[in-house]
């Protein structure tokens, strides 16, 4: 079984990254984690991606200014020239170009906390709280221009307990992530589930 080659993009901690290359260990997972980059010099998560002998880069988004493109044209490139096949975002805190989305049309997954269509963009646990729903979870999502809008891979659920604050529900939440993500990349990289769009 061939692999499918996987780069995970970080801007901070990349604790969903964690979860990814673990599951990416076993000898049956069909995606073989190949290249960690973080926007963001110095993120914590390159050197957990190191430690497990990932090829790491830093390309700093902040070095092109307001010149978004340009800065996705470095990081296109250098995705093309290590022939990566599927990119998962892992608390990569921009937002993406309808030009670059384009190029990674149906490969490009991203995880979500809330139960999408509920909640896109920020602060979403404050959000759920302040609503009083009782089921908050995580979602992840094929990567469309739209944000947060693009074809569900897959979904998990928490109960919300009375007396949550956004930091117990997140931490909940996380927890989440961390079983659906490596499920939903084990589903796409396998050809399981294909993006409708794609």
């Known amino acids: 079984m061939s692999k499918r080659r996987v780069a995970i993009l970080i801007s901070g901690r990349g604790s969903n990254m964690t979860a990814l290359v673990e599951a990416a260990k076993a000898s049956d997972y069909p995606a073989d984690i190949v290249l960690v ?3 963001v010099a110095g993120a914590p998560g390159l050197a957990f991606a190191s430690k497990a002998g ?14 978004r493109e340009a800065f996705e044209h470095k990081l296109n490139d250098t995705l093309v020239a290590q022939k990566i096949e599927l990119v998962c975002l892992a608390g990569f ?23 999408l269509p509920s909640y896109k963009g920020l602060h979403t646990h404050e959000r759920a709280l302040a609503d009083g729903v009782k089921i908050h979870g995580a979602t992840v999502h094929f ?13 998990g659920d928490v109960p919300v307990m009375p007396g ?11 927890g989440v992530e961390h079983r659906i993500y490596p499920e939903a990349l084990r589903l796409v990289a396998s050809g399981q589930f294909k993006s409708p769009a794609a």
């Open 54 to 67: 990932i090829e790491t880069l830093t390309i700093e988004s902040k070095s092109f200014g307001k010149d």
């Open 93 to 115: 805190m921009r937002l993406l170009t309808p030009w670059f989305v384009q190029q990674w049309q149906g490969r490009m997954l991203n995880i979500h906390p809330a139960l």
């Open 143 to 155: 990567v469309v221009p739209e944000m947060d809008s693009g074809p569900i891979v897959m979904q």
């Open 37 to 39: 980059i973080s926007n």
């Open 164 to 174: 949550d604050t956004p930091e117990t529900l997140a931490k909940r939440v996380l």
